[in-house]
C-alpha cells in the first residue's frame, strides 16, 4: 500500500511540474518598446511590430515606411484587416487583396497622402 500511496504521489509531482513549464504569457508590447528596425527584426516574436503608425499621433504617420512584412499563412480575414488599416491611421482602404506570400496589400490614404499598405501574418503594417 506504502509503494502503492509513494507511485501516486511521484505521478502527480511529475504532472503538476509539466503542466507549469507549458504556461505561456502574452500581452500587448510595453509602452517604451523598441521598433522593430531598432531592435534587429522580428525573428523571434510573433506579436505585430511596434513601429507601425498611430491614428491619435500623426508624427508617427512615417515609422511604418522601415517595417518589414514577413511571409506566411495569413489567417486575417479582409474585414480583420481592414480594421487593422484603420486602426493604424490609414483612410479610404481601397483594393484589398492577399498574395500568392499571405501579405494583404492594399492602397490607401495616410495623412492625406496616397500610400500603398501591407500586413503581414503577424498582423504587421507597413507602408509600401
Given amino acids: 500500500m506504502q509503494r502503492h500511496l509513494t507511485a501516486i504521489a511521484l505521478v502527480t509531482l511529475l504532472g503538476t511540474g509539466i503542466a507549469s513549464a507549458q504556461t505561456t504569457t502574452t500581452g500587448t508590447p510595453a509602452p517604451d518598446a523598441k521598433s522593430s528596425e531598432k531592435s534587429g527584426g522580428q525573428e523571434a516574436v ?27 499563412a495569413n489567417s ?9 488599416l484603420e486602426d493604424a491611421g490609414y ?4 483594393g484589398l487583396k492577399k498574395d500568392d ?3 494583404w ?20 503594417v507597413a507602408a509600401q
Fill in 46 to 72: 510573433t506579436r505585430p511590430n511596434t513601429d507601425r503608425p498611430d491614428a491619435s499621433k500623426p508624427a508617427t504617420a512615417n515609422a511604418a515606411a522601415n517595417a518589414k512584412l514577413e511571409e506566411g
Fill in 105 to 124: 496589400r492594399a492602397e490607401a490614404v495616410l495623412n492625406g497622402k496616397p500610400v500603398k499598405v501591407g500586413v503581414d501574418f503577424k498582423g504587421n
Fill in 76 to 84: 486575417f480575414t479582409e474585414a480583420q484587416t481592414h480594421k487593422r
Fill in 101 to 103: 506570400k499571405g501579405i
Fill in 91 to 94: 483612410k479610404d482602404v481601397r
